[in-house]
Every structure is written in C-alpha cells, then in structure tokens.
C-alpha cells in the first residue's frame, strides 16, 4: 500500500523557478517521493496530513562539508587560525581517535544536522586510522536516517605522515570494501565520495594513485584548495591540472586563493565548489568567494567545515557569506565613489545556495535540493509565527535572515519524519551521553600522550 503524507497550508518556497513561492499550498508526498505541489490537493482519507499553517516550507538545507567526527571536539579550538588548527586538532586530537569516538561524533553531528534542518551531509571523514573507523562512521550515518554522502578519508595520526608532503596513499583495498559493503546502489541515501589531500600536502604519485582510486570505483572526489597561509599559495588547482587530474567529478573546498586562471581551470573542468564561509572569515582561510565563483558560472554552496571553531547550522553560514560578500563589495563601491552593482548577492539567492546548489554539489540535484514533484521528500518546515519570524514579509528572506535553528519544527528526510513540532525525534540524551564520555576520553588520552613526549 502506498503511504501517503500531506503537508497542509504551508507557506511553500520550492526552489524550484517552474513552481515557485504558493504562499499557501499543500506537498503530497508518496513513499517518500514528492508527487505533487499545488495550492489545494485533495488527498485520500489514508493520508497522514500535517498542518502547516503559520510555518515556512522549503527544501531540507544541504551542507557539502563537515567534518562530522570533530563533534566531540566542539568549541576545543575557539581562536584558531587555520595554522593553529592542524596542530590543535589534527596533530592532537586526531590520533587518538577512536572508532567509538567516530561513531559518538558522527551520531550526535548528523543529529545536530537534522535538528538544524541540514537534511544532506557530506561526511568528509579523514580519520580513518584503522579500518574500524570508517565502519564506526557510517554505523551512525545509517542509524540516524539522513542523506549522506560518505567521503572516505585518510588517517590523521601524525602531522607529518600525513599533510607534509605525504607519501602515503589511502589504502586502496579499505576504500574498495567501503565501496562494495556500503554502496552496492548509488540510488541509495547513502553515496561514497573520496576525500582527498592534494597536491602540495601529498607527493603526485600520491595525488595521481588517490584520483585513479576515486575514478576506478567511479565515486566523485573532494579536495580543499587555495585556504591558508600555506596551502593559498600552492597553487593546487593548477598542480591537478599539470597531472591531467581536473574532471566534473571534483568538489573544490574553499578556493580563497585560486588565482584567475585556476577560476576558469575549476570552470571549464565542470568541478563544483563548497564554501565555508563562517570558518574562512574567522581562521584566515581567506575571503569566502561567492561572487567569484558565481561570477565564473560556477554554482557554489555552502559548508560547515568544523565545529571545533564555528556553529553547526547553515543559518550561521548563510549569514556569514551573505555579510561578508556584500561588505566587499560595499568597501568597493565606497572606494570607487559608486553605488553598489545591481548583482549584490541576495536573501533569496542565499536561499537557492544553501539547498539547491548543495544538491548539485553533491551531485545528488537529481533526487534533492528542492521541492520538486519525482525527488525524494527532503522537506523542512520552519516556524514563522516565532517572535524572531513573525510578521513575514518575504519568505524566503524570513529564512536566511530571521530564522534560527529554533525555529526548525519539522524535519522530514527520504519521506521519514525525523522532528516534529520542534522535537527530534531520536535518542538525544544517548547521543548527548555518548559524545561527553567521547570528549573526556580524548582529552584524556590527549594528556597522557602529552606526557609520554
Ligand atoms: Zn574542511
């Protein structure tokens, strides 16, 4: 029998330019699947509807890049700079992970996800120190529910073997029984991705050996480039092309530093870029680079990267690049003595990065990213009678601008109800009991490792 979900008298923000806003309309959703979007549907008496009068409905938020098995780290490194980053967390924390931590981090981040209305995750997952972790990782992801694409990583147990002109490749034949264990379908709510170092972290018989990995077993990859004091100037984007390694398969995380010709190198390869913009103002990563890469007819999204230094919500990130994009071009205008281009990044255009553009970052656009009758019901809906929300001028401005995580009410991923009325619907204290006995772990095991050197 088919289940049938109604979402009833919802302000619906489609993201979709053939549907558009129906300030008041009804999604049916069937088996998980969105069938329709109107202003009035009649459903059948076997429907579960949902009310969704005085809520905002959109598509679920998509974040291209977190960092998941960072969650019981939070907050450890508030004032780092990217530099300090690798000593603080990679060099320290990192190595003395384990699978535990991983499962404990990745089930209360994508938890975290959820509950902020992320509905798609990219786990760039770069602690596989033995092959334990990487199934601890994807225990969680599957436990939670959420729509995930698993970006297998390297270990992280020594700073120097693996981000100092590593020679040492990720192991091909984990990789493969990741693939074969976990991914038999790519149609399914997990995918796999690689998450790959790069040139000038790794040799390029490392790069080259880790690129032919990713496309032997046809997964795309990630990679992030041009951040940093040290990695802005290894000129990154233009080594791969130099190796024959670009392709559409690539995700370029950051690009602060890509210079002019590596913005087109990234263009005319077809590779899509995840940006970070909370991470790249703050740890001096460089300037989050919308408009460049809308500018050279990219389609950038947004990401997380690490809560170990920033919230964990898109509504952070979407401020953030919003903020900080429009400040550039402001000090610009001011400079020039002009008024501001007709181009300024818009509330709405925030809205399309952080769902639509994610989905195809992801390469999923096919399945999510917007509410659009044949993709899979990824669907939040957001409070707007909340004193913060209300009255709503602009919907789709309500949600980047107004809205919070608090203001989540509903959660749905593939068809499955994950939050309702504002409560996730999940073990919270486990996951909250599991990542605090993670965190005193590691900082145990931190300390005692201090002590031995
Ligand atoms: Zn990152």
Redesign the pocket.
């Known amino acids: 029998m088919t289940h049938r979900m109604l979402l009833r008298s919802g302000h619906v923000v489609t993201m979709d330019p053939a549907i558009g806003d129906l300030p008041r309309g009804d999604v049916l959703i069937e088996d998980g699947k969105i069938t329709a979007v109107e202003q009035r549907i009649d459903a059948d008496v076997d429907a579960e509807v949902l009310d969704m009068t005085g809520r905002i409905v959109i598509p679920g938020f998509v974040d291209t890049?977190?960092?998941t098995w960072e969650t019981p780290i939070r907050g450890c490194a508030p004032d780092a700079t990217l530099d300090d980053y690798f000593v603080d967390v990679l060099d320290t924390f990192a190595p003395v992970y384990t699978p535990e931590d991983v499962y404990a981090g990745n089930l209360a981040g994508t938890l975290e996800c959820l509950n902020a209305g992320i509905t798609t995750l990219v786990d760039?997952s770069h602690i596989n120190n033995t092959p334990e972790h990487p199934d601890a990782a994807l225990q969680a992801l599957t436990e939670t529910g959420i729509r995930a694409q698993y970006a297998y990583g390297s270990a992280n147990t020594s700073l120097s073997d693996y981000w100092f002109d590593s020679g040492i490749v990720m192991p091909g034949d984990d990789v493969r029984r990741i693939r074969s264990t976990y991914f038999a379908s790519d149609r399914g709510l997990l995918t796999m991705a690689l998450a790959t170092r790069g040139p000038g972290f790794c040799t390029n018989d490392v790069v080259t050996a880790e690129w032919g990995l990713a496309r032997e077993l046809g997964i795309p990859l990630t990679v992030?480039v041009a951040m940093g004091r040290l990695a802005g100037r290894f000129g990154m984007v233009k080594q791969l092309h130099g190796l024959g390694l670009l392709g559409p398969d690539t995700t370029y995380?950051?690009c602060c530093y890509l210079s002019e010709e590596e913005w087109r190198m990234v263009a005319d390869s077809g590779g899509t870029v995840s940006v970070?913009p909370q991470?790249e103002t703050q740890m001096g990563h460089g300037w989050p680079p919308v408009m460049q890469a809308i500018e050279h007819g990219l389609r950038p999204s947004l990401?997380i990267?690490?809560v170990t230094t920033v919230p964990g919500d898109m509504f952070t990130q979407i401020r953030a690049a919003f903020g900080a994009e429009r400040a550039r071009v402001n000090a610009d205008c001011w400079q020039a003595n002009l008024p501001v281009p007709d181009t300024m990044l818009t509330a709405r255009q925030m809205l399309e990065i952080a769902t639509l553009n994610g989905a195809h970052v992801a390469g999923l656009e096919d399945r999510t990213g917007s509410l659009t009758p044949g993709k899979r019901a990824d669907v939040v809906a957001l409070d707007a009678t909340a004193l913060n929300m209300a009255p709503v001028h602009d919907a789709a401005a309500a949600v980047t601008l107004s809205a919070d995580v608090s203001n989540v009410d509903t959660v749905i991923v593939d068809g499955v109800i994950h939050k309702r009325d504002g409560r996730l619907l999940a073990d919270v204290g486990r996951a909250r009991r599991l990542v605090e006995e993670s965190r005193d772990r590691l900082v145990a095991a931190t300390e005692a490792r201090k002590r031995q050197t």
Do not use: I, K, L, Y
Request: charged residues 15%; without cysteine; aromatic residues 8%.
């Open positions: 890049h977190r960092h760039w992030h995380v950051h970070s991470v990401s990267d690490v």
